[in-house]
């Protein structure tokens, strides 16, 4: 291991590297259009962009990507990085990239080096994020900032629990605060990288108290080592009224818990659970999140596919995505008004239950060490966790109108208040306890079951 | 009336990421008053044998398999066996195999290797514990013997009991490209 600017690196990662003195110069003076820039256009023109995940193996192919995504209106682009590359095996990436570069599921960007990247970056005129899933991203990370990327997805407890069965959470906290603590330095220099904090999490019927308390804590860690942009990330879950609640709480509790001169942009992923098969009715959904994100106050949508059900896009199918959650967002539907009292009750109920899981784990002077410590204590879980530093003792459930629930809270610190309003909104459909796994699964088979109320012919 | 605790160890087989099942079928054993030791996604044969040695009153283990891999994650079955190692009922259930082979033959496969029960819906699981227990007399005499020691909360037994966690560092990160449309754990970065 060697040190590249205070990141703790293998040696083979910072023996190819520019220096620190150089890669400042570059992230500064390229020219290159920047996230930041972008995060900034969309919310004064109060309208989400669009950004697609999309990464292949092959350096030529990633480039062709790219340039066959662009015309359809992205404000930002991805490089979504290979799972070999995610773990730490650059060495496994770089052999396959060799031999079969089809066979890796995203770009192995350590493994093409800083030089390639810089390649990638100048391809379109939109910034590029990495996208991952690293509870270790410290190589990756360098090689990022080296290749001019300014935005830069992840965090100690969303890209830990869902992606890993067993890193404990201390570890991974440790390597993204090495991460914001070099996004504090550039700050200082005078450039902004955008760090995207992952809400989605396990991606199942997970509770939007849950995913937003996530990314606050994580928000607060990145702080407190001098980030200054900052894009939170929340997923679509179903119910209109919940996720614009969601959405519009992102500011409100970013207000009262973080420093008024950090920028934060609030990011919508469009439904990440079980997708309809059928083409049109994949696309109606995805039209909806564009929607969502629109009435949201969103300052950016990552778009889902038509072809959702049946595994990674293709570039026409993103395309199309990228297209009709534009249109979703766009003045076609601004028409379209919600219940304000009832979008207001939601943020109201929502922002007391993120207090209550939050405000024990801020009240104190270690951070890293409290986010451990609830989590081992189960104050704070994650529904359907991968990982077994999360208990998942909780159990969530769709009420009748399709709004998340706590079904069970578990260990959760919550009010009896809380636990009681969660309690009635599912009296009605909490389902046959001896039929739990099939209630639970009709809950996460919710669109899916939408599709099928509503058969389309062939 | 048969009051005593029942433990079972449950897990998904070694290539196998997907949590959400896994959870339900822990959830559902609690509720039918189970002690279960969820060993998780991505586990190899060798840690659920070492779960076997750290609780030796369970009454049987449960593996899912989603991914078709079951048949290639199980293989070792019976060398672990025939070593002493995971000398109980091994009840299997999921997806079994990948495409169109026929059902049967991969049953045939599975149960060669030492698979006793094999599930086609986790409802069942109940039920057939029910009947292992009948039919394994040792059974019911080691969950007593388990009953009679003070038991630590479950939880830490849960996550201590192993003791082969560290060796699994990293192994249940899921390919980068697989799209979250089943019922997996369907995050994306």
Redesign the interface.
């Known amino acids: 291991m060697a040190d590249w600017a205070d990141l703790h690196l293998a040696d083979s990662t910072v023996g190819g590297l520019p220096s620190w003195a150089e890669t400042v110069a570059h992230l500064r003076d390229s020219g290159a259009p920047t996230a930041v820039a972008a995060l900034r256009a969309a919310r004064r023109a109060g309208r989400p962009i669009v950004q697609p995940?999309c990464?292949v193996g092959a350096h030529d192919a990633m480039t062709e990507l790219l340039r066959s995504l662009a015309p359809a209106g992205p404000g930002m682009l991805t490089v979504?990085?290979?799972?070999f590359t995610?773990?730490r095996q650059f060495d496994h990436a770089a052999r396959v990239l060799r031999e079969n570069p089809a066979d890796l599921?995203?770009y192995p960007l350590v493994a093409h080096g800083w030089q390639r990247g810089r390649e990638l970056v100048a391809t379109v005129d939109v910034p590029l994020e990495i996208?991952?899933?690293s509870?270790d991203p410290r190589d990756l990370f360098a090689v990022s900032l080296a290749a001019g990327f300014t935005s830069f997805?992840?965090g100690g407890i969303g890209?830990n629990i869902?992606?890993?069965?067993?890193?404990p959470l201390a570890t991974s906290l440790e390597c993204w605060r090495q991460v914001d603590a070099v996004c504090g330095r550039l700050a200082e220099a005078g450039v902004l990288v955008d760090r995207e904090l992952?809400g989605?999490?396990?991606?199942?019927l997970v509770p939007p108290s849950i995913s937003l308390a996530a990314t606050l804590l994580e928000a607060r860690a990145a702080v407190a080592q001098g980030v200054r942009c900052l894009s939170i990330a929340y997923p679509q879950g179903g119910e209109v009224h919940q996720d614009v609640a969601a959405l519009r709480s992102i500011r409100e509790l970013a207000a009262r818990y973080l420093p008024a001169d950090v920028e934060v942009y609030p990011v919508l992923h469009e439904f990440?659970?079980?997708?309809p098969r059928d083409r049109r009715a994949a696309d109606a959904l995805v039209l909806y999140g564009g929607l969502v994100a629109r009435l949201g106050g969103a300052d950016k949508v990552i778009n889902k596919t038509n072809q959702?059900?049946?595994?990674?896009?293709d570039a026409a199918a993103n395309a199309t995505g990228i297209h009709t959650t534009l249109l979703g967002g766009s003045a076609l539907l601004d028409f379209v008004r919600l219940d304000t009292d009832r979008v207001a009750e939601e943020m109201h109920w929502l922002q007391r239950e993120v207090a209550e899981l939050v405000d024990p784990v801020l009240d104190g002077d270690d951070l890293a060490g409290a986010i451990v410590a609830a989590f081992d204590a189960g104050r704070l879980d994650v529904?359907?966790?991968?990982?077994?530093h999360a208990?998942?003792e909780v159990?969530p459930g769709r009420d009748p109108d399709g709004a998340i629930r706590y079904r069970e809270a578990g260990s959760l610190p919550f009010s009896a208040e809380v636990r009681r309003r969660n309690a009635d909104l599912l009296r009605h459909g909490a389902g046959d306890?001896g039929?739990?796994?099939e209630t639970?699964?009709a809950d996460?088979?919710y669109f899916l079951h939408h599709e099928r109320a509503f058969p389309v012919p062939a | 009336m048969d009051t005593t605790r029942h433990l079972v160890i449950l897990g998904v087989a070694g290539s196998d990421?997907h949590?959400?099942?896994n959870?339900?079928?822990a959830?559902?054993l609690r509720?039918h008053g189970y002690d279960v030791v969820n060993l998780?996604?991505?586990t190899p044969l060798t840690e659920f044998a070492d779960a076997v040695d750290a609780h030796p009153e369970a009454e049987a283990v449960i593996i899912g398999s989603l991914n078709g891999h079951a048949y290639a994650d199980l293989r070792d079955l019976p060398q672990l066996r025939a070593a002493g190692r995971l000398g109980r009922p091994v009840i299997l259930g999921g997806n079994l195999s990948v495409g169109s082979h026929k059902a049967d033959d991969v049953h045939d496969r599975l149960r060669a290797l030492g698979v006793d029960h094999i599930l086609e819906n986790?409802?069942e699981l109940p039920l057939v514990l029910d009947l292992l227990r009948a039919a394994t007399p040792g059974a019911t005499r080691r969950a007593k013997k388990r009953n009679a020691r003070t038991r630590t909360g479950t939880?830490a037994a849960h996550?201590q009991g192993t003791g082969t966690?560290?060796a699994?560092?990293?192994?249940?990160?899921?390919?980068?490209?697989?799209?979250?449309?089943?019922?997996a754990?369907?995050?994306?970065?």
Do not use: W
Request: some cysteine; glycine content about 14%; proline content about 6%.
């Open positions: 995940r990464g979504t990085i290979d799972s995610r773990l599921n995203g996208r991952h899933g509870p997805e992840g890209y869902p992606y890993c069965k067993n890193v992952f989605t999490l396990t991606a199942v990440m659970g079980v997708f959702e059900a049946y595994g990674i896009p529904p359907f966790s991968a990982s077994i208990r998942s159990v306890p039929r739990f796994i639970v699964s996460i088979d | 990421a949590a959400v099942a959870h339900l079928i959830m559902h509720e998780g996604v991505c986790p409802y939880r996550l966690r560290a699994h560092q990293g192994t249940g990160t899921r390919a980068a490209g697989q799209r979250g449309s089943r019922t754990v369907g995050s994306r970065g």
